[in-house]
């Protein structure tokens, strides 16, 4: 088994989950006792959530790259950014290391297209519906990626950085997301990607009619596979 190592805690929410899954999953393919060889770097969150504020992608490129570096002297063989926003670093992170490095969104257009879809709409974060390192990753492999209008993309934003960060899981931010999910697919989406890790702590698959992309769980069966190859 490969180490893994987790560049998370952006939130450590989202992080737990990333755990949660990688081990659950060893376990349920190697069966006994089996785990999963971490080595986890969490950050404090708010240091993060600043540099997303100011636009310093630089120094938060720079900071994460540096980190992920160390998980590769410390041994790990597969490097997972567990956090859709933080993606639009990766160049500076997948220069630094030469371990291997599992983009999210590539695992995540790689089960769009084992559905057979061509459109999709992206929720997440703010940066992540608006600007271009998430969906041009998409839009390569010939996906049209839809995003939500405003006053939607506000609201989604709102309640990921007001509730979901902060470990508030609210009924009715499911019932206002399940709306913007409706718009969109009577719009044309033919399915909806949970694109902020945090999302699927409060939209599931049962909750919507239309195929379900969770970034989170997409990308942790993928360290998997990786590690286990």
Known sequence: M????????MSWESSVEYERLINTEVRRRLGGTTSADLIIRSYNFAEI???QESSDWEAAGAMLARD???LELAGAEVIV????????????????????????ADMTAHAIEAEGLSTVALLGTRYTMEQKFYRDRLEERGITVMVPDEPDR???????????????????SREAYLGAIATLVCAGAEGIIAGCTEIELLVG???????????????AISAVDAALA
Do not use: Q
Request: glycine share 6%.
């Open 2 to 9: 490969k180490r893994i190592g987790l560049l998370g805690g």
């Open 49 to 51: 959530e600043a540099f």
């Open 68 to 70: 992920a570096l160390v």
């Open 81 to 104: 950014l567990c956090t859709n926003t933080m993606h639009k670093v990766a160049p500076a992170i997948e220069a630094a290391i030469s371990s291997e490095f599992l983009h999210i």
């Open 154 to 172: 506000s609201m989604i934003h709102g309640v990921i950085f007001d509730e979901l960060v902060r470990g508030d899981v609210l009924p009715e």
């Open 205 to 219: 698959a049962d909750d919507v009619n239309v195929p379900y992309f969770p970034t989170t769980r997409l990308h």
